[in-house]
């Protein structure tokens, strides 16, 4: 499951700011010791206050999935409230022979949701559906958001992790801002007990992070070694 957020509706002015600056960071000029200082503070700054905005979004979009899944909102909000964030900054260039090469392979998020923010509107990101890719094109003043596959446990496989890609551009190169949330229940991975009997097998938190990392260099998913058949 992937879609796009109006980020302009949800974030408000102040935090549309932080985002520019938070980019402005990221590609200024290190010019001298004195920049470099400077840049170093301005990007901690923007990113802590980035991170604490994609916290609250996260909190807030887990109202709308709690109430269409028929829980509590606590009881979702919970799963994602206190866990780790982290963040990638990534940058892909421009390729004169993009058939030759990908920009990210195909895979799923091992975690609970992800943010991700177009710097540009240049094109790659694609989602797969019954076989098929589509392209997700950049949508201005929006975010994407991708369920993960814990997010797919704690629902019970209601909501789906998104398989994507993305694909070089001939002539402009593609940055993106992404936010991985974690989340979990009291430290275990495992389906929200109001969504009725359990189609995923219960994990520590910490080895379903190890096994995700395995399957991940083989190639596989972990999530399907936890489906109960």
């Given at each position: 499951?992937?879609?796009?957020?109006?980020?302009?509706?949800?974030?408000?002015?102040?935090?549309?700011?932080?985002?520019l600056?938070?980019?402005t960071?990221?590609?200024?000029?290190?010019?001298?010791?004195?920049?470099?200082?400077?840049?170093?503070?301005?990007?901690?700054?923007?990113?802590?206050?980035?991170?604490?905005?994609?916290?609250?979004?996260?909190?807030?979009?887990?109202?709308f999935?709690?109430?269409?899944?028929?829980?509590?909102?606590?009881?979702?909000?919970?799963?994602?409230?206190?866990?780790?964030?982290?963040?990638?900054?990534?940058?892909?260039?421009?390729?004169?022979?993009?058939?030759?090469?990908?920009?990210?392979?195909?895979?799923?998020?091992?975690l609970?949701?992800?943010?991700?923010?177009?710097?540009?509107?240049?094109?790659?990101?694609?989602?797969?559906?019954?076989?098929?890719?589509?392209?997700?094109?950049?949508?201005?003043?929006?975010?994407?958001?991708?369920?993960?596959?814990?997010?797919?446990?704690?629902?019970?496989g209601?909501?789906?992790?998104?398989?994507?890609?993305?694909?070089?551009?001939?002539e402009?190169?593609?940055?993106?801002?992404?936010?991985?949330?974690?989340?979990c229940?009291?430290?275990?991975?495992?389906?929200?007990?109001?969504?009725?009997?359990?189609?995923?097998?219960?994990?520590?938190?910490?080895?379903?992070?190890?096994?995700?990392?395995?399957?991940?260099?083989?190639?596989?998913?972990?999530?399907?070694?936890?489906?109960?058949?």
């Amino acid at each position: 499951m992937s879609f796009g957020l109006p980020i302009h509706q949800h974030l408000g002015p102040n935090s549309l700011h932080l985002l520019l600056k938070l980019i402005t960071c990221c590609i200024a000029p290190f010019a001298s010791s004195h920049s470099r200082a400077y840049i170093h503070i301005s990007f901690r700054v923007a990113l802590d206050k980035y991170s604490v905005e994609m916290s609250n979004l996260t909190s807030r979009l887990t109202v709308f999935m709690a109430s269409d899944l028929g829980v509590e909102q606590e009881a979702l909000m919970a799963t994602f409230q206190g866990k780790t964030q982290s963040v990638a900054f990534h940058y892909y260039p421009p390729c004169r022979h993009p058939d030759k090469v990908i920009g990210i392979t195909p895979h799923h998020d091992g975690l609970g949701l992800t943010l991700l923010l177009h710097v540009d509107d240049t094109p790659g990101l694609q989602v797969r559906k019954n076989g098929r890719w589509y392209p997700l094109n950049p949508l201005p003043g929006a975010l994407v958001i991708n369920v993960g596959d814990i997010l797919q446990i704690l629902t019970n496989g209601t909501y789906k992790s998104a398989e994507h890609r993305v694909l070089p551009d001939v002539e402009k190169g593609r940055a993106t801002v992404v936010m991985f949330q974690n989340a979990c229940v009291a430290g275990i991975v495992k389906p929200l007990p109001e969504l009725g009997e359990a189609t995923y097998k219960a994990i520590d938190h910490v080895e379903y992070v190890k096994g995700n990392f395995r399957a991940l260099a083989e190639g596989t998913r972990f999530v399907d070694s936890l489906k109960i058949m």
